[in-house]
């Protein structure tokens, strides 16, 4: 499911990241497991970017480790997904149309190094696409978009809001902490 650009790029940062050596299967497995509550962590799924099992799981959570290009960075995003996120994350990284068939959720307790909040495929921030540095959160997806009417699409709000509204991959951000100092 991971394209073949990411798992290229998550073997190339091996050799540089000393911080998640190839032999560091314990760094990877303590920083993906660090994006959910230690209940959920203590049954996950540990996934690394190239589709390789970490470790083995009994819980309804895949969880996996920052994208080896954050990492590259200095960054941390590590997130827990359930079921319906791991679809999710197919059908975006793919750029296929999705939608929930039920109610999904991901945990990002460890916060983010940024998004924009309109444009799903935006590497980068600018003027015009409300890049968001977000703290710790959950994302939730929902069934029927109608679910997300009234649900601010503002990130600065103070509360939940729509991220990516208007398209397939559209969903509901709920901050659980502050978003770190910029």
């Keep these: 499911m991971i394209r073949p650009a990411i798992s290229a790029i998550f073997v190339g940062c091996l050799a540089v990241c000393p911080a998640f050596a190839a032999d560091d299967k314990e760094a990877l497995i303590t920083d993906a497991l660090s994006a959910a509550s230690p209940e959920i962590a203590k049954t996950a799924t540990v996934m690394d970017w190239d589709n390789s099992m970490l470790k083995h799981g009994t819980g309804a959570y895949t969880c996996m480790p920052t994208p080896p290009e954050v990492r590259a960075k200095g960054g941390r995003e590590p997130m827990c997904l359930d079921k319906i996120w791991v679809e999710w994350g ?3 990284m793919n750029k296929k149309p999705f ?3 039920g109610v999904g959720i991901a945990f990002m307790l460890a916060g983010d190094t940024g998004a924009s909040n309109i444009d799903p ?3 980068a921030g600018t003027p015009s696409n409300q ?9 939730v997806l ?3 978009t109608a679910q997300l ?3 601010s699409t503002d990130p600065n709000n103070g509360g939940p809001y729509v991220m990516w509204k208007g398209t397939p991959y559209a969903h509901i951000m709920v901050p659980v902490a502050n978003r770190p100092k910029q």
């Design 131 to 139: 890049w968001v540095v977000e703290g710790p959160h959950l994302m």
């Design 90 to 92: 197919d059908a975006w």
């Design 149 to 151: 009417e009234g649900i």
């Design 142 to 144: 929902v069934p029927d």
């Design 99 to 101: 939608k929930a068939k």
């Design 121 to 123: 495929f935006a590497t």
